[in-house]
Each structure stands twice: as structure tokens, then as C-alpha cells.
């Protein structure tokens, strides 16, 4: 009888993340090209520019998954490039990503949400969010990891749900400035990464 090895070798995915501002655009094309050479699709984790996302896209020649942050610029620029994700679970190279966009609502705007509101966000995803998920990807952190306390920049504490439940390998989001966009925050919670972009980051990942 002949027996067949299963191949277990998990598969290693490369990607770029930009957030919060646009550092990117400030680098000539054909460095850009150089440095994400090897990249395998970019996501956004919100506030930044339609028109800069494009320019990524453009240039990179990527697919590009994003969300929106608690601002919205070049809301007249079409986004039908990209994989919008707010609210939404998508299956994507093998990898399950939740999109959770905006932030704690403090002025009323759009993509501003209370922790019911979030937590709805959530459970529309319960049946996906079942079978699994290996990224989350949001504009606010979670309360308590990275956040502010000032009313605007406070995280959600219905995330914190989601790690535990769910155990997502990686949670990336923005809308927390740092000094340098040089800078890193990651911090392990449970069996999850949590990281911050702030300008941008490229992150790995297996499965």
C-alpha cells in the first residue's frame, strides 16, 4: 500500500502596512519598488489618503486590503482598487482577515463607534470568526494596549473578546501616533501580537 505524506509546511506571507501618515509618499518610485520588492499584498489600517493608497497600489503592483480610520480623505476618490474591508471577514491567499475600522466615537462622525456598536460590528463576523482568523485588522487598538487616554485615541474593550475567544496570531492597527514612525509597539496578549503602525511596517506571517 502506498502511503501518501501529508505536506504540512506552513507558508510564509510578507506584507505592508501603512497607517496614520504618509511617509511613503515622500520616496522616489523606483526605490519603493526596490524596498517592497518581495512584499505579497499591502494592507491599510486607516487614515490615510484614497489617492495615496492608489499611489501604492500603482507602484507596487499589489493587491491592497484596507479599512477606514476616524478621518476620511479624497472621500472622491474611488477606492474600487481595493478590498475594503470595514465591518467585513475576507478569505484572502489562505489567510481569514476581519476588518474593524474607525474608532471610540467622541465628535459623532462617521466611522466613530461606542463599544455596542463595535461589539455588533463583531457578532455579524460571529460565523466567520468561528472557523477562525489569523489577522485583525483595525484603526483603534485595544483598551488598555497602546491607547490614550484622552477621550479621542482610548481603545475598545470588546477586543479583547476577540483575542480570547478567537486567538487571531496578529492584530494590527493604527490611529496611535508615535515620535517616529521608526518606532514599534508590539505587545503579546494571550497568543496574539498586538502591533502598531504608525507610517508603516512590514510584518510577516506563517500558516
Not at 113 to 123: A, D, N, P
Request: aromatic residues 12%.
Amino acid at each position: 500500500m502506498k502511503i501518501i505524506k501529508k505536506n504540512n509546511k506552513k507558508k510564509k506571507y510578507k506584507f505592508l502596512c501603512v497607517s496614520d501618515i504618509e511617509i511613503l509618499a515622500d520616496m522616489e518610485e523606483d526605490f519603493l519598488k526596490q524596498r517592497f520588492k518581495d512584499v505579497d499584498f499591502i494592507m491599510s489600517a486607516g487614515d490615510v489618503s484614497n489617492n495615496y493608497l492608489d499611489y501604492l497600489v500603482s507602484t507596487l503592483n499589489k493587491d491592497l486590503i484596507c479599512i477606514n480610520g476616524n478621518h476620511t480623505y479624497n472621500r472622491d476618490y474611488p477606492l474600487d482598487f481595493a478590498k475594503v474591508i470595514n465591518g467585513k471577514f475576507i478569505k484572502y491567499k489562505g489567510l481569514r482577515i476581519l476588518g474593524l475600522d474607525g474608532s471610540k466615537v467622541y465628535s459623532f462622525q462617521e466611522h466613530q463607534y461606542s463599544e455596542s456598536q463595535m461589539k455588533m460590528k463583531i457578532l455579524k463576523n460571529i460565523f466567520f470568526l468561528r472557523k477562525g482568523v489569523d489577522i485583525v485588522l483595525s484603526h483603534a487598538s485595544p483598551e488598555g494596549i497602546h491607547d490614550i487616554d484622552d477621550g479621542v485615541h482610548n481603545g475598545f474593550r470588546i477586543f479583547h473578546k476577540v483575542i480570547k475567544h478567537f486567538k487571531p496570531k496578529l492584530w494590527i492597527h493604527g490611529h496611535i501616533h508615535l515620535s517616529n514612525f521608526m518606532n514599534y509597539q508590539d505587545t503579546k496578549v494571550e497568543d496574539t501580537m498586538v502591533s502598531n503602525t504608525f507610517g508603516y511596517r512590514i510584518f510577516t506571517i506563517e500558516k
